[in-house]
Structure formats: C-alpha cells, structure tokens
C-alpha cells in the first residue's frame, strides 16, 4: 500500500473513531449525521447539512435502513467512494 494510501484510511479510521465515541463498531443516525456534519466544516462549508444530502449520504453508505447504523467494517470502503462523490452531493 502506498504511503497516501496508508495515510488515507489512518484519515478515515481517525474519522470513525472521533465518533464512534462508545467503540461500538456503529455509528447510529445522529452520530453519522454528526460525522457528516463535522467533515463539511473541516472542509469550509458554512451551515448545518441538509436532510436531504445527509439521507443521500446514508444511502451511499449503506446505513441500515431500519436502525440507520453504520457499521465500522463497512464504513472505510463505502466513505471512499462517497468522497469521490462529494461534489455532487
């Protein structure tokens, strides 16, 4: 593995750590909403994220529809290809 992309899923695993506060291996919908959230501020982004867009993020994260948990195995893969997304969110 490169070194970008080792430091790449360090990022993203720092990320779900920062809030999956109770170590679960979940984040429930206010925690991904949370997460969401924190990343548009790092990014500049002014304003709380609309339901809309944090639902189409969920989406492409696959979050369980029922619960609306994430699950940490899951999360690395699926936020890479939501990032490569994140312009048309």
Do not use: I, Y
């Not at 779900?16 to 500049?44: M, N, P, Y």
């Not at 339901?51 to 529809?65: S, T, Y």
């Not at 999360?75 to 994140?86: D, S």
């Amino acid at each position: 593995m490169s070194t970008t992309g080792r430091r790449r899923s360090v990022e993203v695993r720092s990320l779900w750590d920062a809030h999956d506060v109770q170590s679960r291996g979940f984040l429930d919908a206010a925690e991904l909403r949370r997460l969401l959230d924190s990343l548009r501020k790092k990014l500049g982004a002014s304003g709380a994220l609309s339901d809309a867009a944090a639902e189409r993020c969920a989406a492409l994260l696959r979050a369980d529809e029922d619960t609306g948990e994430l699950r940490q195995e899951d999360f690395g893969r699926r936020f890479t290809q939501l990032w490569a997304q994140k312009d048309e969110l």
